[in-house]
Each structure stands twice: as C-alpha cells, then as structure tokens.
C-alpha cells in the first residue's frame, strides 16, 4: 500500500505537485495520467523516496516513510520496484546475467543459482529463449521486459512502471500491455504504470489517476473517463488540440 498524503514538490518556483491526495490499492492495475511535465515521474519518486517532497506524507505499508534514512528506503524500494523509462541493463552481460545481478547483490547465493533463478523470472516476461543474448541483440520492448524481469527478482508486492510503452510501437505496446495484466493477475503484484499510451491506459487500468496543475483531476476507472464530460479529461482522451489544457 503507498499513500500519498496532501504531497507537494516545487523545483525552484515552478509548482510542480500542489496538494496530492492519493491511496494506491493493493493488487490493482492503477495508471497514473496526464500531460508530459505534470509530475508523474515526480510523484512517483516520491513514493521510493528518490526525490522528497516539500510538504505531505508518504505512507507505505500503513508506515510513514517520508523521513527515512536512505538505508532504510533501500528496503522500501526493494518490496515497491520502479522501473524508470530508460531503464540501463549492462551491455557487456547477457540478458541472463542482468537479471541475475540484484539476486548477487542481495540474497547470498552463488553465481550458478542467480542464473538458474533468473531464468524463472526471465519466462514471467517471455524471455526466457534470448536469456544469454545480449542486450543489442533483442529489440527495445524485449529489453523492457528484461528490466522488468529484473524487478521483480526481489519478490516486490509493487512494480511501478514510469511508460512502459513511451517509445514502442503499437505491437510491443501490446505485449507490455499483456505483461501489466499478468504482473497483475498471476502474480498478484500492485501495479502503478504511469503512462499517456491511451490503449495501454484504457485497455489494462483497473483505476485511472489523472493529474492536471499538481492535484488529482479526476480518479476511477476507465468508464468513469470515458463517461466524463469534464472539457481537460475530454481533451486529454480526445487528444484535441485546443482546450482548456495547458500543456
Ligand atoms: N530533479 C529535478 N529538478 C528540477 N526540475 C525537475 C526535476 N525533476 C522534474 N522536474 C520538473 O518537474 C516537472 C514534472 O516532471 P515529471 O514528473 O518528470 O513530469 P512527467 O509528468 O512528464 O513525468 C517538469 O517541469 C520537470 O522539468
Ligand atoms: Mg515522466
């Protein structure tokens, strides 16, 4: 569970995050909306404490986190991964290896087992066939798999997902999409996907959080944005060029 409580976060005196109220429920697929620069990839900082907020809580795990030390956060990002949009896997090592490198680092077991075990969590994504290429050698969603693959090496209850899809075409969407479903349903996991992929974001949410000018605009599930004559929500699904929404 990660809640948010009353959050804000300036950078200078651009007002990013102006009062973000916001409980994200166990084992539900939430996406996190809105226009490019509103704060998603801040938000969501804030809940694995890579950035503090100026103001508000942070609540994890019926916690509260805001105030933790570093070392201790460590451990909050171990059970709530972020994925970062550009995640880095290590040229030099197979996909294999990769995966196997949290395992090194913070469970002692030997080389040999971290592979065999990162085999598992490569065919939760449907990677298992390339484990021992390299990273140039697969395509950019099947590296995204590959570095989702790597967080959920440490058994998270929460993988957060900052656009998955941003980058993909319309097929490699489709199986991060599939991906997002199946985190979701086979493993349990809580999902948090921040993303402006429209068939991503009305084909897998079960909630939907829009963010407009630092608050929550609008949350609920999908039908309540379809059905939502709001003229910002109208503008951001319609994609229409003029509106209300600044951007
Ligand atoms: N570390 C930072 N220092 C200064 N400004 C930042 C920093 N991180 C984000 N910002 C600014 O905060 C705003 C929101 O950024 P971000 O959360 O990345 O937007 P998005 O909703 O597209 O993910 C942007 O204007 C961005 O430039
Ligand atoms: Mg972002």
Do not use: C
């Not at 990013?16 to 429920?25: F, H, M, N, S």
């Not at 550009?86 to 030997?110: C, G, Q, W, Y």
């Not at 349903?185 to 993303?195: D, G, M």
């Amino acid at each position: 569970m990660i809640a948010f409580r009353n959050i804000h976060k300036s950078f200078g005196d651009k007002v990013v995050l102006a009062g973000i109220d916001l409980e994200i429920r166990d084992r539900e697929i939430t996406f996190i909306i809105g226009a490019s620069g509103t704060g998603k990839s801040v938000l969501m900082k804030t809940a694995v404490g890579l950035l503090a907020p100026d103001a508000g809580r942070v609540i994890v795990d019926a916690e509260d986190v805001t105030d933790f030390s570093e070392a201790r956060w460590q451990h909050i990002r171990i059970r709530h991964a972020l994925v970062f949009q550009h995640p880095n896997l290590f040229d030099s090592m197979t996909l294999r290896e990769n995966v196997a490198l949290p395992l090194r680092k913070h469970r002692r077991i030997s080389r040999k087992a971290a592979l065999v075990a990162a085999l598992g969590y490569l065919a939760m994504v449907g990677m298992e066939d390339k484990a021992d290429l390299m990273p140039d050698e697969v395509g950019p969603s099947q590296r995204k798999r590959v570095s989702i693959a790597r967080a959920l090496t440490l058994d998270p209850t929460t993988a957060i997902l900052d656009e998955p899809t941003t980058g993909l075409d319309v097929v490699a969407s489709r199986t991060i999409d599939d991906l997002i479903v199946r985190l979701s349903r086979e493993l349990a996991k809580t999902v948090i996907v921040v993303s402006h992929d429209l068939r991503s974001i009305f084909g897998v949410a079960d909630r939907i959080i829009f963010l407009y000018k630092g608050h929550v605009h609008l949350d609920g599930p999908p039908a309540a944005f379809r059905a939502s004559g709001d003229p910002v929500v109208r503008q951001f699904i319609g994609g229409e060029p003029d509106g209300p929404m600044e951007t």
